[in-house]
């Protein structure tokens, strides 16, 4: 899919990096390689001790200090941006070059956020469960959140809510879908989640949960559709699980335990916590 750039708007790619230095590199590469070319891109960078910053200054319009967590930095991003639209990404993602294009001709010069799947893939037993498991939600609007959203839309709301950084790409989706309506790209982004371990992704799990009182406070009914580890999309695609049972039963050892660190995570925290950001969100 081609673009003409004369006629493209501007479309501001904000990153949130923490000690993204395995993956940073190659997620700015496809960036630039875009086909719709009038792209500016700002890595929101939380004080990284591994030499991220260094490897985005090259390839970034703009590089910016600030922290403690993704919403926050996520908005000083929003803040610093000239374009019309803005992609959200995360640091462990590739682009294939049509992405934004894609989600241009979605929004079709009109007021609408867009959603787009991943493919996940990695090194290991645990990444391959987790990209298979990634591969049932392609389509599902329940499990998706948007990363494409108008500009205008994000200030309308206010941005990313900086109490949250456990369902913020979940609760920011849900505020701008009340302005615009959700559509999903004809296009996908690789997820690279390298050498998965399964100790550190339930710690991560864990840490999440400390913080998930604040989603389900703010949604209530819509955050419990959202995090109920019972998915219609799993359920309606039963033969294919039954086709691949070793990664089936990967999947739903990795999905046990995920509930059980996201459980643990809540019962320490019964108020809502900020804290520093994690190594590489995903």
């Given amino acids: 899919m081609t673009v ?23 997620c700015l590469e496809t960036v630039r390689a875009q086909t719709a070319a009038d792209i500016e891109v700002i890595v929101v960078d939380n004080h990284s001790t591994d030499g991220t910053r260094a ?23 929003l803040a610093a941006a000239r374009g019309a639209y803005v992609l959200v990404l995360d640091c462990d993602m590739e682009l294939r070059p049509d992405v934004v294009a894609a989600c241009l001709e979605c929004v079709g010069g009109g007021a609408a956020i867009v959603a787009i799947p991943e493919v996940s893939f990695g090194e290991g037993y ?9 591969s049932f939600y392609n389509a599902d609007a329940v499990v998706a959140a948007a990363r494409f959203f108008p500009t205008a839309v994000l200030r309308t709301i206010g941005g990313w809510d ?3 950084y456990a369902g913020e790409d979940w609760d920011v989706s849900m505020r701008a879908e009340a302005l615009a309506p959700m559509r999903f790209a004809r296009t996908h982004i690789l997820h690279n989640e390298g050498r998965l371990r399964l100790s550190a992704l339930l710690a991560k799990k864990h840490y999440y949960g400390r913080n998930l009182r604040v989603f389900l406070r703010k949604h209530r009914g819509g955050a419990m559709t959202r995090l109920s580890p019972i998915r219609g999309a799993l359920l309606r695609e039963w033969r294919v699980l039954l086709s691949k049972p070793t990664l089936t039963v990967g999947m739903l050892a ?15 925290s019964p108020k809502p916590v900020v804290a520093r950001a994690r190594t590489e969100h995903s």
């Avoid at 990795?254 to 995570?265: D, F, I, P, Q």
């Fill in 4 to 26: 003409d750039s004369a006629r493209t708007p501007l479309v501001s790619v904000i990153l949130a990096t923490r000690n993204c230095a395995r993956t940073i590199g190659r």
């Fill in 55 to 77: 490897l985005a200054e090259p390839l970034a319009d703009l590089v910016i200090v600030a922290g403690p967590e993704r919403s926050s930095q996520r908005n000083v991003g």
């Fill in 126 to 134: 645990w990444s391959r469960c987790k990209a298979f498991e990634r």
């Fill in 162 to 164: 900086e109490e949250m």
């Fill in 254 to 268: 990795m999905k046990a335990g995920e509930l059980a660190a996201v459980g643990t995570g809540m019962l320490r």
